[in-house]
Every structure is written in structure tokens, then in C-alpha cells.
């Protein structure tokens, strides 16, 4: 199989317009014309890891993590990264990595925390911005239903939990053929004057390019008028974090957690409550979400790698809980180890074996 057909399964459900702008997700090693012979599915990029995929004869690695995350100067060798790096170009492995794309979907990383812990009723804790535009076009009003049939099945116009959302207006357009055209009504020279609907739709910007691409192909004017705004309005499918209801003592959701993750030690501030009912989460590092969480009104916040003084963030209004950044992650392999097993049938996917996790605890 191409690699450039597993990049594109992949993207339709984690579009790398939706990484933060630090991020560095993607095709980080290889070519997209290669052919994959089989996929090593990992949290990261490590050099025991390269070694379990060439040992399973896997010449694409998909890990969550990126191996280059930093500018990199030169590739002697000198640290882990750069040996990464030069082993996986010698032995023709191509690494494709999805991060904070994958992080900012409902159905990603945070979906899977909560499915672990029993979260139910999710929703996204931080709305991601700039994220949404609307296209306006004008049709004949007889080719309407074809075009939205097609721009629907796309995603186009779905506002929360309805779909097939649209305006239209009816009016008449004008136009007038010139030499070189190719007019659907009309003749060249002469002014026309038609009934049309203008039609306006609301859609997630990751799949601008293939919206305009399908409305193109299914319009019946070789010229198609319309017009792209970007809207501030924020989508309820896309942004960091999540929250959702569990109704569970909090002393019974510490030991779930422990025995869930396989964690050895928990760190939190003050039980606030001894029931709870409404939890917020963030896989990896999430303390820039303690303000949302409490403006939520949720119980619990869990994540990690929070600071000593973001504890205090806590203000007796929540519990904050740190679970271990590499402990909060573990289960994402599997989340794209599943996906990728649904939707392509004809390739052998591996689920990396190895612990990557670099603390220790004694």
C-alpha cells in the first residue's frame, strides 16, 4: 500500500490543521510515494522501539509523539533523536506522527481517557478557535439537492448534533458567455437571466480543500461563483480537553485510576468532595485547562505534569489529580492501533510492545 493512502486515512480523522501551532505533527521521515509493507503503532519515538519494528519487517512507524520536535542542526549521532533518525533512513522506515491534532478531536486521546475511566456524555472542554468557516454559492435550483447531498456526506453544515444545516435564498443571476466558454444555459454573446438559490454552509476548515474540489465536480456551470469566509464561532468537535459525568466516590476514582493506569503513586491537591459527578481531563501535559475545568463547574481535573504552583490554581473549588504524563498517554497506541485496524484491511499493523515510559519510580 502507498503511503500516501495511509497519510490520508489518517488525516480524514486527525487533519493536521487542527495541531497547535508549536506542534511539529506529520510525515517527519520518508516519502509519500513509498509502499508500506507493514505499521508500527506507538506512543513514541524511541530507539528500542525502531528496533522492534525492524524486527517485525515494519517499514512505517505511527507514533503520537514526534521524534523532531526541535530544530535539528546536524545528524552525527550524538544523542537519540539523530541515532533515530539516521537507523530508521537506513533502513528505509518512513515515521509519520499524530500529536496535538489527535489530542484536538473529540474522537482522540482524551476519548479514550474517558472510556477507560467510565466517563460518559463527553464534551469538549476548551473549544479550539478559527477552526470554522462558511462557504456561500449560487446553483439552479434543480441541481441544489445533488450538490448539498455530496457537501453533506463531506461534513459540510453540521452545527453540534444537527446536520445537513443550510440557508438558502432564492434570486436571479446573470451572466453573459464570452468567447471561450462552455455554458450550461445560455449562448455565448448573449445576456442571460436565470432563477438560482444562493446556498450558505457552515464547515470544520480541515476539509475546506476537498469541499470546494466536490463542489466543482457536482456543480453543472464550468465557472462556479462563491465566496469563503472564516468565522470566530467555535466547534463543539474540536479542542483540548474533555468533560463529561461520572457519578463515583473520590477515593473509589483515585484506586480506579491506579489500577486503570498502572500507577504506583497519585498526585493531587486538596478532595474537595468526597462524591463526585462531573470530571474534566487532559491527556499529557494540561495544567493550562485548570481554569476551564473550574469555570465548567467540574469536580476533578485529571492530567499531568502539573507545576507546584498550578496546585494552588485549585483554590478549594476542585481536585486537581496527576496521573504521569506517559501514564495519562498509554492507551493512544491503542486508540490509533484500533482505527487503523477498521480501516485499512489490506496491511498488517503492529502494536508496539515496549514500555517507553523514561521515569522510574523507586
Not at 217 to 241: C, L, M, Q, W
Not at 308 to 314: A, C, R
Amino acid at each position: 500500500m502507498k503511503l500516501n493512502k495511509i497519510i490520508e486515512c489518517l488525516e480524514k480523522w486527525a487533519p493536521p490543521i487542527l495541531q497547535e501551532e508549536y506542534d511539529n505533527s506529520g510525515l517527519l521521515i520518508g516519502n509519500e510515494t513509498n509502499d508500506i509493507n507493514s505499521i508500527m503503532v506507538t506512543l513514541d519515538c524511541t530507539e528500542d522501539i525502531l528496533d522492534e519494528a525492524i524486527n517485525k519487517k515494519c517499514n512505517l512507524i505511527i507514533s503520537h509523539h514526534p521524534v523532531i520536535f526541535k530544530s535539528i542542526n546536524k545528524l552525527n549521532g550524538s544523542n537519540s533523536t539523530e541515532r533515530f533518525i539516521i537507523k530508521s533512513i537506513k533502513n528505509d522506515i518512513s515515521v509519520y506522527c499524530l500529536h496535538t491534532n489527535l489530542d484536538n478531536i473529540i474522537t482522540g486521546v482524551n476519548k479514550k481517557i474517558a472510556e477507560i475511566i467510565g466517563i460518559k456524555n463527553i464534551k469538549i472542554l476548551k473549544a479550539k478557535k478559527n477552526s470554522l468557516s462558511k462557504i456561500e454559492f449560487y446553483t439552479p435550483n434543480k441541481n441544489k439537492n445533488r450538490i448539498l447531498k455530496k457537501l453533506f456526506e463531506l461534513g459540510a453544515g453540521k452545527i453540534g448534533n444537527y446536520n445537513s444545516c443550510s440557508f438558502q435564498i432564492q434570486g436571479k443571476g446573470t451572466y453573459q458567455p464570452e468567447e471561450h466558454s462552455n455554458p450550461y444555459i445560455g449562448k455565448r454573446g448573449k445576456l442571460e437571466k436565470l432563477d438560482e438559490v444562493k446556498i450558505e454552509l457552515m464547515y470544520e476548515n480541515n476539509i475546506e480543500y476537498e469541499l470546494i474540489e466536490n463542489l466543482k465536480k457536482y456543480h453543472p456551470y464550468d465557472e462556479v461563483a462563491y465566496f469563503i469566509s472564516k468565522i470566530h464561532n467555535t466547534s463543539k468537535r474540536t479542542g483540548s480537553g474533555i468533560i463529561g459525568n461520572l457519578k463515583i466516590g473520590m477515593n473509589k476514582l483515585l484506586e480506579d485510576l491506579k489500577k486503570k493506569f498502572n500507577i504506583r503513586l497519585i498526585k493531587h491537591s486538596t478532595i474537595t468532595k468526597k462524591e463526585v459527578n462531573k470530571i474534566a481531563l487532559c491527556g499529557g501535559s494540561g495544567s493550562f485547562l485548570i481554569d476551564n475545568a473550574i469555570a465548567k463547574n467540574a469536580d476533578v481535573f485529571i492530567s499531568s505534569d502539573i507545576k507546584y504552583h498550578d496546585f494552588f490554581k485549585s483554590e478549594n473549588k476542585i481536585t486537581i489529580i496527576d496521573i504521569g504524563h506517559y501514564e495519562s498517554e498509554q492507551y493512544t497506541k491503542e486508540l490509533i492501533f484500533e482505527y487503523l485496524n477498521k480501516k485499512l484491511i489490506n496491511i498488517a499493523v503492529h502494536l508496539s510492545k515496549i514500555n517507553s515510559n523514561p521515569i522510574k519510580y523507586y
